[in-house]
């Protein structure tokens, strides 16, 4: 037990005291998690308004395979990217495995079913006549959509953060592509594993402590727009 007293003792003596090395791991974390969940949220969501407004051929199937998506395995995920991206493979030339560049690759993969499933989810909830309306009253098609995408704002919202939320946390496909590279790929995730396995716990806990602070703050953003969409 002792040790692990020890070892909280120091996690918040490293918090308080904003270690510097603390400090380049959770500042890279969030910029890797933040800009893939951008990138995500762009694609994610005007996919997930297509189809939830336009049939189409196939339809069902593709309903089918990006929820299958948001149960796929991180470290899979990590895999196909690293053969696309290593030495030998075709990506290989440019150099991408072992940067941020290819941690944002894989969390964008990570983050961009889970926001097309969601943003379709809440546009397929509002009521048709918010189109129909606008379309009626002489609105064009992209008037008309911007009207659907505001009045399902902050169910979209509530997706980009469910998705942020899926990536932050994730190990399997970071310590793939970033290889836990100290001061250039190293996230809180890698960081805890490694320096957990070092014996080195109190830094790991204050890690821990760290991610559960930002779990914490997105759940309670997530409820906030969750409410918001409620009327609560």
Sequence with gaps: MSFIIEGIQKAFQLIFTLDKEIFIIVLLSLRVSLTAVFFSSILGVYLGFLLALKDFWGKKFTLAFINTLLALPTVVVGLTVYSFISRKGPLGVFGLLFTPSAMIIGQFILATPIIIALTHSAVQGIDKRVRDTALTLGATESQSAWMVIKEARYAVLAAVITGFGRVIAEVG????????????????????????????????????????????????LLHYFQSKKVGI
Excluded: D, P, Q, W
């Excluded at 793939?176 to 716990?201: P, V, W, Y």
């Design 173 to 220: 496909a970071s310590m793939m592509l970033g290889g836990n590279i100290k001061g250039s790929t190293r996230n809180i995730t890698t960081a805890i594993a490694l320096e957990t396995s070092k014996g080195e716990f109190g830094f790991g806990i204050a890690l821990g402590i760290i991610l559960l602070i930002i779990a914490f703050s997105i759940n309670i």
